[in-house]
């Protein structure tokens, strides 16, 4: 054999064992690889995180067989032992493996279901006073008397109204029934006249506040609305500034049955972690709102269209979804103030449910003024007074009207009586101090203004009327 032919047999034997070495490794490396997937699956398999016990003892046996290929194919003791160390070391660490899964599942639930002790909380009045005082342009609070957070906080309220703040309130309603429920709720206050004491306190703390803040800005700014319900929270709810416009915090206090102050549960949420919270009380105060008495009187230019709005609205009531199969007429008073003309003479009639024809009350003089029939206005105050136990529709309170010292008395007791309903429109523009002035700045009055682009004001006004309809048919059902 040449020395040439030599070299060539020696190089094609080192390939081949170079060959067989990276085989016999390779082959190595992929059942180690098998095994670590085995091993790894495995422990899965005990602490839980794979919940198939099928897949979890597979797993042990494929463990096992790799370990004994490994065995047989290095014919190594130590790697294939190594291997068989590791199977027994995961079969005796099964107690601890357990351990450790129980231990995840602890902290798995608890992240789940966190201690409610941790989420509620108690006299918590100074997150209360915190939402009230960060409130930037919208405060909303749904009370059972509404005394005690409008004393702590009466005079931020009034900073807050003079950065023209909107706030929306709504109050248990101080009538016989609803205070004997409360009495019965309530821990500490057991009769009528200990509640009628707390909604007198709110009366007066609500007179200050109007005393304190600008001419006008009662009505256009503040809205005090009464619930005939023993409400089930209660809640303080603001906006912070550069966030949005709608509430974005609350306080919510849960009322329970017999608990006293100091132990009642309460909760703060917010919008941006708590949205699906936030929502459904938000939508609470809404459907509390809306179920309840309430004054809303609209202004604006004449002859802009409000008494065709409100003739629309009253047509269209019984086919409300929610007032379908409900006499609307049994429970809604309407009076409308119709202008037209008459040989070249502008005049004024009146309108009513109980009289569908129409009685004038008032006509235009050659000197401009208006002439007012005093004795027609008086009727209709008259029909309107007997009809308080309805809803009342009145267009308009004008300055012809008032001119019925009976049409003002009757109004302005509608306007201080908590459980009437009152929808109409009043004049636009007056001094505050005169007649019309004095009703728009009672804070139980909720002025709105007929223009206001930011307002669906036909849809705002059908969805109040139909709503207050569905509470008086509650309300009154079997009287």
């Not at 900073?159 to 101080?174: S, Y």
């Not at 809306?290 to 409100?310: A, D, Q, R, V």
């Not at 019984?318 to 070249?344: A, C, H, W």
Request: hydrophobic fraction near 35%.
């Amino acid at each position: 054999m040449t020395m040439q032919a030599e070299n060539n047999h020696s190089t094609k034997r080192n390939i081949a064992t170079v060959s067989a070495w990276i085989k016999k490794w390779w082959a190595i490396v992929a059942e180690i690889g098998l095994l670590g997937g085995a091993v790894t699956i495995t422990i899965m398999g005990f602490v839980g995180v794979s919940s198939t016990t099928l897949l979890t003892s597979l797993s042990v046996v494929l463990a096992v067989t790799i370990s004994l290929q490994l065995k047989a194919r290095l014919d190594v003791g130590s790697v294939s032992e190594n291997a068989i160390k590791i199977v027994k070391a995961v079969n005796g660490n099964l107690d601890k493996l357990d351990s450790l899964a129980g231990t995840i599942e602890e902290v798995k639930r608890q992240i789940e279901t966190p201690s409610l002790d941790k989420v509620f909380k108690s006299r918590s009045e100074q997150i209360e006073e915190k939402i009230i005082t960060e409130a930037h342009s919208k405060l909303f609070l749904l009370q059972e008397t509404g005394s005690q957070v409008i004393t702590r906080n009466k005079d931020a309220i009034v900073d807050f109204i003079h950065k023209d703040g909107e706030l929306r309130i709504v109050r248990c309603l101080k009538d016989e029934g609803t205070m004997r429920q409360l009495c019965l709720r309530n821990d500490t206050l057991h009769t009528t006249q200990e509640f009628k004491e707390r909604f007198n306190q709110f009366a007066t703390h609500m007179r200050y506040i109007g005393s304190q803040i600008s001419q006008g800005k009662t009505s256009e700014r503040v809205s005090i609305r009464y619930c005939p319900y023993p409400i089930a929270i209660t809640a303080a709810m603001g906006n912070v500034s550069g966030r949005n416009q709608e509430p974005s915090q609350a306080l919510i206090r849960l009322a329970d049955f017999q608990v006293g102050f100091d132990n009642k549960i309460d909760f703060f949420i917010d919008d941006r972690k708590d949205k699906k919270a936030f929502s459904d009380y938000r939508k609470q105060f809404e459907k509390y709102s809306k179920m309840s008495y309430k004054k809303i009187l609209i202004s604006g230019e004449p002859h802009t269209g409000k008494t065709t709005m409100f003739k629309n609205i009253i047509r269209g009531l019984p086919y409300q979804n929610i007032l379908r199969d409900l006499k609307v007429e049994d429970v809604t008073f309407y009076v409308l103030s119709v202008m037209f003309e008459e040989g070249g003479i502008r005049k004024y009639k009146v309108i009513t449910s109980q009289d569908g024809t129409g009685r004038i009350f008032a006509e235009k003089q050659p000197d401009g003024e208006y002439k007012v029939d005093i004795s027609v206005v008086d009727s209709v105050a008259e029909e309107i007074e007997k009809n308080r136990n309805k809803v009342l529709v009145v267009d308009e309170v004008g300055h012809l009207q008032l001119r019925s010292k009976k049409f003002l008395d009757v109004i302005e007791g509608i306007i201080k009586d908590e459980k009437t309903t009152l929808i109409g429109t009043i004049t636009l523009a007056d001094n505050p101090e005169r007649t019309i002035g004095r009703i728009k700045k009672e804070f139980n009055v909720e002025c709105m203004k007929f223009d206001d682009p930011s307002i669906d004001v036909v849809k705002t006004i059908t969805d109040e009327l139909a709503s207050s309809v569905l509470l008086y048919h509650i309300m009154n059902e079997g009287n």
